[in-house]
Each structure stands twice: as structure tokens, then as C-alpha cells.
């Protein structure tokens, strides 16, 4: 494997930048990033990464590997990403953080808000059954003065 990456200066010295893209931290332009996290671009990347894995089993393991990083990287800086800057990390994480609190409701928001919709006044019919005299008298009664039976089953197995 060594014989060929002398043979091919080209292949050497493409699988030594894409170690080095994967290895180091390069953040990827804006611009360039709003173009991969679509999906041609994620589709032009992939198929770059598997162009190179035909054409050579390391590069395209690396080439792969750089695809996914390049991806990752490219999501992470698009448009839509959080870009926080290095000097003032933890003010902005903490603002980042208040900010989205703002808008996810808790338990006890949401149980807050529960109770406020299920405040209103008693309807027509809670008003009549709670001023119906009820249908017991509390006073216990004696024992029935029937007996059940079992009708026919018609060829029907019993429940015991």
C-alpha cells in the first residue's frame, strides 16, 4: 500500500490534506456551508465520497470520513446554526439559553394554563343533577326478595 501512495503523488497528497480536514478544526465559510446543508449539496458530496472509494480503498474510507465531517461541520455553520463567538462563550450560551426558556413551557406552565381552560361556569345539566334528590335513602334495606336464575344457555358454554 505504502509502494503505491510513492507511485501516486496525487493520491498521497489528497489522503494527507483529508487527515488533516478531519484531524484539525477548519470551520467551513458561511457561504460555503449555506451550499453542502442543502440536499445537491449533500448529494454532490456523497457521491464525491464514494468516487473516491472506487477509485482507491483509503482514499475512500478517508474520502468518507471527510464527507461526514464536512457535512457535520457544514450544518453546524449554516444560516440556521447558533454562531457563538469564542470571547464571550458562556454570556452568550447563558443568553441562548434564557432566550429559548422563554418559549418552552414547563409543567408548571403548562398546568398553569390547564387550569385556566378549565375554568368556567357550571352548565345547565351539573345544575339539575345537584339539585336532584338522589335515589337512595342511605338506609339499608333487607335481603331481596328474589332469587336469580339461568335462563336456556342454547348449546352456549358457562361462565364461572
Known sequence: MLKYFKKNVSHSLLAALLVIFIVADIQIPT???????TLLGRVFVAGAALALLFQNTVLGILGIVAAFELLRRAEKNAAGGIQIPDDSAWAAAAQQHDTNNKYLP?????????SSLNQFPSTLEEAVISDMIPFTSGIPTGPASFRPTLDSLYDAARID
Not at 457561504?31 to 446543508?37: M, Q, S
Not at 414547563?106 to 398546568?111: F, G, L
Open 106 to 114: 414547563t409543567e408548571a406552565r403548562k398546568a398553569a394554563d390547564l
Open 31 to 37: 457561504e460555503v456551508a449555506n451550499l453542502l446543508d
